[in-house]
């Protein structure tokens, strides 16, 4: 998988540009609004709409 353009912060909702992506992961990132710098914290823009879609799923059972 190719870097994406920016991650988004699951903390805050912001979108990102300063991140260290490899090998198709997140290796480094931090969140210039809130100050979030944990790697597992922050989603690409297709990892978000997974989990947006998951959340919808969950409410319509």
């Known amino acids: ?3 994406p353009d920016y991650l988004v912060c699951l903390e805050c909702e912001t979108p990102t540009y ?3 992506w490899r090998e198709g992961r997140i290796v480094e990132a931090l969140c210039m609004a ?3 710098d944990d790697p597992s914290a922050f989603a ?3 990892d978000l709409e997974e989990m ?3 959340d919808s799923e969950r409410e319509d059972s």
């Open 1 to 3: 998988m190719a870097a």
């Open 44 to 46: 690409t823009e297709d």
């Open 52 to 54: 947006a879609l998951r």
């Open 34 to 36: 809130c100050g979030n």
């Open 18 to 20: 300063t991140f260290e």
